[in-house]
Every structure is written in structure tokens, then in C-alpha cells.
């Protein structure tokens, strides 16, 4: 049984504790951390249930330190309190100099060494210097739209191009990231929100950079861009959105490899869209894939994480990737 400690009491975080404390998992959840005033002191138990231990929820990590250092057998720092790697690092390299491994939902640390090399360089020093092994996973990025389009290229004995389409309803998806995609904003507003970069989905890049390193790719450039989807007319579904405000996103990442677009993924979430995953692997056969209603967000991130601290202690130390959980993939040429 691997001992857990949650680092973030959101609503991600409260599902994985649920998840664990219903005994699904090898895991057993011994602590959690959270800063905000409400939450630190109190026991976890008031927070979580009667299934979670009396121990109260620290503010920080160094208030656990007596629990892990030098403690015998494997424990997991589950972190989900932040997308981008800067504002998570610093909890990552405790978690190192606790002794603990960490799994996080930080969609920047699925494949840092794209957006953050010299961070990534430092948190795979730190976790080598105390043997253990820092993971970045999630549904997107992490799995729908670069792991599962790896493992699918193992039938193949070459592969030309990647093409993964992710498309969901924001209607059925909870209020943050109804607001992640400025739904309801009037035009100007969400273009200006875009280009101050205070809106938008986290991690396309990251798992155009994964995939491209999967297959052997060396890509010369990696792009990003984000589009609103505008209402035509009024709509009346799970909100009101009126003609010409925002219903949400399209947002698209692509890699080119000997000057052609070898990578292509396509993420559309906005109120009223169609709900499925789809990937189309271009090779030597080619192989294509639809998931009708999608693979469920939230759901599927939790059980990602909690999979990945079943696994992550038998992974060498350092900075890992979704690559070192899924090793089996195309290793042809194009």
C-alpha cells in the first residue's frame, strides 16, 4: 500500500481523495496540504469525510517533514494546484526533499523540456539527488491527445503524421472551465483576454512536444493558436449566450518536421459542441480511432493521477514523462 499526501484541496483534489479513501486504489492517504485559511488546521475528516484520517490538513509541506524523512517504503505527493510549472516547481523540489515522489496535474510538466529546459533541467537534478521520480499527467495534456495516439502507433511500422481531435460540450463540464474559455464574453472582450493570455487551454504545445519526441521527431517549430466560436444566434442551453458572445474555444498545436506539418491536434470546448476524441495515425497501416461522448475530463484525469502513483515509484528517478509509463510505440521511420 503506497502512502499519499494531497497537495491542493480543489475540486480535483477532493475527487482523487475520494477515489482513494473508497479503497479502488493500492493507496492510502495519510496527509494533504492546502494554504487557504479555511482549510489549513482543520482535520481532514471535516473536509473529506469520515474515511479520512483525524490528522489535520497542513498549511505546507515543511510541517510534514517529521512524517517522511527517512521513512521506510514508497510515498506519493499528488499536486494539483496549478497549469504552469513556475508556480508548481517550488512544491515539486519539497516533495523531492521530503523523499517523496510526485504525480501532479501541472499541465506544463507533461513535457517541461518544451516550454521551461532549465527548470525542467533543475527538477531532474533534485529529484536524482533524492532518488525519486517527478510525473506530469491528466486527460489533456497527459493522455486523450498524445499517450493514447503513442500506444496506437505500436501497430504501425511507420508513421507519416499524427492528427488527434478532442471536442466537448462546456455545457456539461463544470464553471471553471466554463470561465477557462471566456464563455459569454462579448467579442472584443475574450480577443483581448487572449492576447493578454488569461484565457485559453494549457498544454496543446506540451503534447505536440511529447508526441514529437516519442517518435524520434526532431520538430523545428512548434504553434499555438486560439479562436473564439461566436454564437450565431441566441443560445438557451446549460447558459445564455447571446448572438455574436463567445461559446467557447477552438484551439489547435502544430509540429513540423523537414518543413511539413507531421503533428496536428485540434481541441474544441464550447457550449452546444459535439462530445467525442478522435485520432488519425497517417502510416504504415494507418490506424484511426473515435471515442463517441469522449473520454469524461475530470473523471479521467483523477483516475490518471491515481494510476500514476500506483506506478511511478517503479520508474527510474529524475524528471519522467507519460514516454516512460508507455514505452511501447512506432520506432519505424517516416
Partial sequence: ??????????????SVAEAILQGTFPLKLVAAVDSHPELAGRPMRDILGPAA???????????????????????????????????????????????????????????PQHRHPALAGRLNDV????????????????????????????????????????????????????KKIGAGLPQAEIIAAIERQQLGHVGLAESVALLGAGLGWNLENVEESFEPVFAQSDYAGAMAIAAGHA????????????????????????????????????????????????????????????????????LPPGLRTMLDLFPLRCHGGR
Avoid at 500500500?1 to 477532493?14: A, D, S, Y
Avoid at 505546507?60 to 521506510?72: E, K, N, S, Y
Avoid at 517550488?90 to 496535474?105: I, R, Y
Fill in 53 to 111: 484520517p483525524r490528522t489535520p490538513v497542513a498549511a505546507d509541506l515543511a510541517q510534514l517533514r517529521p512524517m517522511f524523512v527517512g521513512a521506510p517504503g514508497p510515498a506519493v505527493a499528488i499536486v494539483t494546484t496549478g497549469s504552469r510549472l513556475p508556480g508548481v516547481s517550488e512544491t515539486l523540489m519539497q516533495c523531492a526533499g521530503l523523499g517523496l515522489h510526485a504525480v501532479s496535474s501541472c499541465e506544463e510538466l507533461v513535457f
Fill in 127 to 178: 529529484a536524482g539527488q533524492h532518488n525519486v521520480a517527478i510525473l506530469g499527467t491528466g486527460i489533456n495534456p497527459g493522455f486523450a491527445m498524445d499517450a493514447l495516439a503513442l500506444c496506437m502507433t505500436s501497430v504501425c511500422s511507420r508513421v507519416q503524421q499524427v492528427h488527434c481531435v478532442r471536442s466537448l460540450d462546456a455545457g456539461r463540464r463544470r464553471e471553471q472551465l466554463q
Fill in 247 to 314: 461559446l467557447g474555444m477552438h484551439m489547435t498545436a502544430r509540429g513540423v518536421c523537414g518543413k511539413r506539418k507531421v503533428i496536428e491536434l485540434e481541441l474544441t470546448m464550447a457550449f452546444g459542441a459535439e462530445t467525442f476524441d478522435a485520432v488519425y495515425i497517417s502510416g504504415t497501416p494507418p490506424v484511426s480511432l473515435r471515442v463517441d461522448g469522449g473520454l469524461p475530463g475530470d473523471v479521467s484525469t483523477v483516475n490518471l493521477l491515481a494510476n500514476a502513483a500506483c506506478a511511478i515509484s517503479a
Fill in 1 to 14: 500500500m503506497t502512502e499519499v499526501v494531497l497537495i491542493g484541496l480543489g475540486g480535483i483534489g477532493r
